[in-house]
T-cell receptor
Framework: KQEVTQIPAALSVPEGENLVLNCSFTDSAIYNLQWFRQDPGKGLTSLLLIQSSQREQTSGRLNASLDKSSGRSTLYIAASQPGDSATYLCAVRPSNFGNEKLTFGTGTRLTIIP | DGGITQSPKYLFRKEGQNVTLSCEQNLNHDAMYWYRQDPGQGLRLIYYSQIVNDFQKGDIAEGYSVSREKKESFPLTVTSAQKNPTAFYLC?????????????FGPGTRLTVT
């Protein structure tokens, strides 16, 4: 059974710093991995999706990497801003065709200190 | 504007009553999903539907029911059989269940049962 872990559960950093969020998964047979952002009391916003054949994806100040063989992904946020404060979740999709079940981590709650 | 709408944002019910949560999308997506989110836990899949008039149980389907009569709509009923229904419920959709496209989420409904 796939398990997804995100450590730490909470992280506080001063504004302007670069930071890395971690996501690890136990079964490397994945189709893709998706990073989401969730603001308090809101739904999830998709940030980046990495297919299993890819090593990384970039969007603005965000860069997500994937090392499938070691079961790890990182989300790098450059030049952090207070508006980046949110909970960040990763989710993996298994590689068997037609299986839509994402397995989610419990998230890292990020606070950017002005 | 294309997107996923969930209503209501907050819902209060007495124990023993069934309640239906609405989810509508105008993205022309084939697949739709219902998740439950509890504090300290990752999102858990309740039901999903890959096509109209078809749906499958997720990991925690007991005490819930769904229907998919229209492509745009995927309502979730929380029945009195659900032992612990108070939670944040999230609806999602994706373009094609077999393609690995990313999932998009609605704003969520917070259900409180007393």
């Amino acid at each position: 059974k796939q398990e997804v872990t995100q450590i730490p559960a909470a992280l506080s950093v001063p504004e302007g710093e670069n930071l890395v969020l971690n996501c690890s998964f136990t079964d490397s047979a994945i189709y893709n991995l998706q990073w989401f952002r969730q603001d308090p009391g809101k739904g999830l916003t998709s940030l980046l999706l990495i297919q299993s054949s890819q090593r990384e994806q970039t969007s603005g100040r965000l860069n997500a990497s994937l090392d499938k063989s070691s079961g790890r992904s990182t989300l790098y946020i450059a030049a952090s801003q207070p508006g980046d404060s949110a909970t960040y979740l990763c989710a993996v999709r298994p590689s068997n065709f037609g299986n839509e079940k994402l397995t989610f981590g419990t998230g890292t709650r990020l606070t950017i200190i002005p | 504007d294309g997107g996923i709408t969930q209503s209501p944002k907050y819902l209060f019910r007495k124990e023993g009553q069934n309640v239906t949560l609405s989810c509508e999308q105008n993205l022309n997506h084939d697949a739709m999903y219902w998740y439950r989110q509890d504090p300290g836990q990752g999102l858990r899949l309740i039901y999903y539907s890959q096509i109209v008039n078809d749906f499958q149980k997720g990991d925690i389907a007991e005490g819930y029911s769904v229907s998919r009569e229209k492509k745009e709509s995927f309502p979730l009923t929380v029945t009195s059989a659900q032992k612990n229904p108070t939670a944040f419920y999230l609806c999602a959709s994706s373009i094609d269940p077999g393609s690995g496209y990313e999932q998009y989420f609605g704003p969520g409904t917070r259900l409180t049962v007393t």
